[in-house]
Nanobody, 121 residues
Framework: QVKLVESGGDVVQPGGSLTLSCVGS????????MGWYRQAVGKQRELVAT???????EYARFVKGRFTISRDNTKNTVSLQMNNLEPEDTGVYYC???????????????WGQGTQVTVSS
């Protein structure tokens, strides 16, 4: 079984910074795309940033250069450095990974349980 666990969510004032981290564990053979999504109350889950195994990032337009995604393939981790946070960034942030497990060559779409980010004065 494959599991993703996020950490780093917190309450921060507008203009502040946070770093979210996610680590994958379990029967992992390889991870392809790995990234972050978020969901605000009453809204659909949306892409924040994702990165290929080769290290190519993709960001949502609303990031506007404020966030930086990084990953360590040797440790099955992905991080999201968030700067200049705005109240509109409030939501639950979910880690997502495309995983090939050791038990079978199927590509699994795995989600973490989420971590709350609240931007408020």
């Amino acid at each position: 079984q494959v599991k993703l666990v996020e950490s780093g969510g917190d309450v921060v004032q507008p203009g502040g910074s946070l770093t979210l981290s996610c680590v994958g564990s379990g029967s992992i053979a390889s991870i392809f795309a790995m990234g972050w999504y978020r969901q605000a109350v009453g809204k659909q889950r949306e892409l924040v940033a994702t990165m290929t195994r080769a290290g190519h990032p993709e960001y949502a337009r609303f990031v506007k250069g404020r966030f930086t995604i990084s990953r360590d393939n040797t440790k099955n981790t992905v991080s999201l450095q968030m700067n200049n946070l705005e109240p509109e960034d409030t939501g639950v942030y979910y880690c997502n990974a495309e995983v090939v497990g050791t038990a079978a060559p199927d590509l699994l779409d795995v989600w973490g349980q989420g971590t709350q980010v609240t931007v408020s004065s």
